[in-house]
């Protein structure tokens, strides 16, 4: 019999539909979940709602190092995180590396239970070791089709053009940062998402995971 995999590590761009599918994934596959991409909203929400500056690694830094402190699963279902400005703001609390490492431990102890964890840096830099490595991307201009939708769902009135633009300003700073850019692990399996239904790119990824857990990837 297959094994299970203890620790999935998916990393990919914005809005490439990681975050849907590795939610599936855990309910799949009977892991806990988590998106590490709120801890970044929420250090930056609290950066901001401390009347701090997102740039300034010491005002993230020590938004960040409070999370720890707080009920993680009330700080991480605040509907207002995934906003588009908390989103820029995340990227460029994250870009430091006194916040990177203020929020190290906390994932690091939420994968040992047996996780998906979803991000940008979760094959390369928090769980080198997991199981599987999914990296996860979509043409830019599908992605932002896709973020555009979701945010007028949200009542946000933002066009297309402005949608593009700020996501390929936020590719640029996470794949441009000295500290744990974007970039596939040496070992991630690559998942082109761009004509994938949410269907077909988790049946898709639940081929590479059987199959890596199977001692048997040769795709
Ligand atoms: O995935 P999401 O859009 O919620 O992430 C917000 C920002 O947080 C990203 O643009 C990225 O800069 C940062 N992030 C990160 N490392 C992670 C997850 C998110 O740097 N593991």
Request: charged fraction near 30%; include cysteine; charge should be negative.
């Amino acid at each position: 019999m297959t094994e299970t995999p203890k620790i999935i590590a998916i990393d990919g761009t914005f809005a490439s539909g990681k975050g849907t599918l590795a939610k599936r994934l855990a309910a799949h596959y009977g892991l806990a979940y988590m998106d590490t991409g709120k801890l970044y909203r929420a250090t930056a929400k609290a950066t901001l709602d401390a009347g701090g500056d997102p740039d300034i690694e010491k005002d993230a830094s020590k938004a960040a190092k409070s999370l720890g402190k707080r009920n993680l699963d009330e700080m991480l279902s605040d509907p207002t995180l995934k906003s588009g400005p908390i989103g820029a703001a995340a990227s460029k609390v994250a870009v430091h590396p006194a916040v990177r490492a203020a929020l190290l431990d906390l994932q690091r102890d939420f994968a040992d239970q047996g996780a998906v964890l979803d991000g940008r840096d979760i094959g390369t830099v928090i769980c080198p070791d997991a199981d599987v490595k999914l990296y996860v991307d979509a043409k830019p201009e599908i992605r932002a089709e896709r973020r555009h939708k979701e945010l007028l769902g949200y009542g946000e009135e933002i066009s297309f053009e402005t949608v593009l633009a700020q996501l390929q300003e936020r590719d640029a700073r996470d794949m441009g940062r000295k500290d744990a850019p974007l970039k596939p692990a040496e070992d991630a399996h690559y998942l082109d998402s761009s004509h994938l239904s949410i269907d077909e790119a988790f049946k898709g990824a639940c081929r590479i995971i059987d199959a890596v857990m199977a001692g048997k990837f040769d795709a």
